[in-house]
Each structure stands twice: as C-alpha cells, then as structure tokens.
C-alpha cells in the first residue's frame, strides 16, 4: 500500500513563513470601535434633543387644551377657542418640525465629518498595514532564498 505523506510540517513551516501582523488587524478593529463609539454618541445626542422637543412639544399642547376646555360663558366662546387651539397647533407644528430638522441637519453633518475622518484614518492605517507587510514578505523572501541556496 502507499503511505500518504504528512504535510503537517511542511504547512506548519510555510506558513511561518509569512508572518501575519496582528497589530495591524487591532488597529483596524480600534478604528472600527472608535467609530462606532463616536457615531452612537451623535445618535444619542440627537434621540436626546428629539425627546426634548417632543416632551415640550406635548407640554405646550396639552397646556392650550386645558385653556380651550374651561367652560365659556358664550357658546361663540368655544368656537373662538377652538379656533384659538387650532392656531397655536399649526404654530407649534412648524416650530417643532423646524427645531427637528436642525437635528437632522446636525447628525447629517456630524456624520459626514465622522465618516471623513474615518476614511483618512482606514487609509492610513492600510497604507500601514500594506508597507509592513510589504516589509515582511520581501524579508521572508530572501531567507527562503538564501536558505534554498
């Protein structure tokens, strides 16, 4: 029967070889985390904003509501206070839809910022990471060359 070599070795051997540089794979998961770690806090910085509106929002509403449900001595009073609330409801409509658009505005420019930045960064950090390994290959190279010899 033939026996079947063992490439255990031969694996092991080359594939120390070529070394692998873990740095460079924790500096991108470093950048990574980073990221992230800045993007949630715009996201919650603007969940907090948006709750703020809203909580004031509801606030002012129900304040005008409790003005258009006093009893009237006139029953044209109650027309005129619902028209009254109806006002001051589309007024604070446009002033609360404009206040949450300055925060969609602001995560949209924070995030552009941050997705820049990062770029510069994951360019950087792959310039690195290619230059090293670069380094490494040609290193382990001529030491299979020289040993071949």
Excluded: H
């Excluded at 070394?19 to 990574?32: H, L, Y």
């Excluded at 715009?42 to 969940?47: D, I, K, R, T």
């Excluded at 002033?95 to 949450?100: C, G, R």
């Amino acid at each position: 029967m033939a026996k079947t070599n063992d490439f255990t070795k031969t694996f092991q051997d080359m594939m120390a070889s070529f070394p692998v540089d873990t740095a460079s794979i924790q500096d991108a998961f470093k950048t990574q985390a980073a990221l992230a770690e800045k993007m949630s806090k715009v996201a919650l910085e603007a969940a907090e904003k948006s709750t703020e509106i809203t909580a004031k929002w509801t606030k002012d509403t129900i304040a005008k509501l409790g003005e258009m449900t006093r009893a009237k001595t006139e029953a044209a009073d109650y027309s005129k206070a619902a028209s009254d609330f109806a006002s001051s409801a589309a007024e604070m409509a446009a002033e609360n839809m404009a206040a949450f658009a300055e925060v969609a505005k602001k995560v949209q420019m924070e995030t552009v910022e941050l997705m820049l930045a990062a770029g510069k960064d994951i360019q950087e950090d792959a310039t690195a990471a290619v230059k090293k390994a670069t380094a490494d290959v040609t290193t382990a190279a001529k030491k299979a060359a020289t040993a071949a010899k």
